[in-house]
T-cell receptor, first 113, second 112 residues
Framework: DAMVIQNPRYQVTQFGKPVTLSCSQTLNHNVMYWYQQKSSQAPKLLFHYYDKDFNNEADTPDNFQSRRPNTSFCFLDIRSPGLGDAAMYLC????????????FGPGTRLTVL | GENVEQHPSTLSVQEGDSAVIKCTYS??????FPWYKQELGKGPQLIIDIRSNVGEKKDQRIAVTLNKTAKHFSLHITETQPEDSAVYFCAAKQRAGTALIFGKGTTLSVSS
């Protein structure tokens, strides 16, 4: 089945140790998003790629970076994780030809020790 | 920018009852309004959406209504079942390339 896949589902890292989360999609959607969701809160958009164009939200910390090497894959890099970065990280995709609909992956739960 | 408010934050109903969750938005330029269901430890799942050229949309036990004049939209779940228990998020979006703005979520509990 076409879907949004995130790996790993659970990631534990140490304070300050770089970590990379990955997302892949078989939907052939041209837009990919990364959201951060903390406990009992709504998802918060960090950035998105519209095709190859990177769009950063104004309040996304510099500690968060992203790469999209091709249509199917997108990575979230956290350069120096702090305790406050512990959260669920959600990848989503959409097709700009079908305005609006976003499909989310299962998320990666990040723990920072 | 857009602001979405969602009420109530928690909702408890008995199995078989109806549940209604309401959202208001601030930006009249918003034209797409999805509803997501998120179960514990999972990503949000799109359950229904509505666009600003439509007033109501229904899919089996769930329906969404939109009042553009008042800038509010609602999710209606009829004949609730225990498996409907989850967190529900409403959202609003203006156009391609802009972000979905989420409400803060409603935790729905359906007891049997």
């Amino acid at each position: 089945d076409a879907m949004v896949i995130q790996n790993p589902r659970y990631q534990v890292t140490q304070f300050g140790k770089p970590v990379t989360l990955s997302c892949s999609q078989t939907l052939n959607h041209n837009v990919m998003y990364w959201y951060q969701q903390k406990s009992s809160q709504a998802p918060k958009l960090l950035f998105h790629y519209y095709d190859k164009d990177f769009n950063n939200e104004a309040d996304t910390p510099d500690n968060f970076q992203s790469r999209r090497p091709n249509t199917s894959f997108c990575f979230l890099d956290i350069r120096s994780p702090g305790l406050g970065d512990a959260a669920m990280y959600l990848c989503a995709t959409s097709n700009s030809g079908r305005e609006g609909e976003q499909f989310f992956g299962p998320g990666t739960r990040l723990t920072v020790l | 920018g857009e602001n979405v408010e969602q009420h109530p934050s928690t909702l408890s109903v008995q199995e078989g009852d109806s549940a209604v969750i309401k959202c208001t938005y601030s930006d009249s330029a918003s034209n797409y309004f999805p509803w997501y269901k998120q179960e514990l430890g999972k990503g949000p799942q799109l359950i229904i959406d509505i666009r600003s050229n439509v007033g109501e949309k229904k899919d089996q036990r769930i329906a969404v209504t939109l009042n553009k004049t008042a800038k509010h939209f609602s999710l209606h779940i009829t004949e609730t079942q225990p498996e409907d228990s989850a967190v529900y998020f409403c959202a609003a979006k203006q156009r391609a390339g802009t972000a979905l703005i989420f409400g803060k979520g409603t935790t729905l509990s359906v007891s049997s």
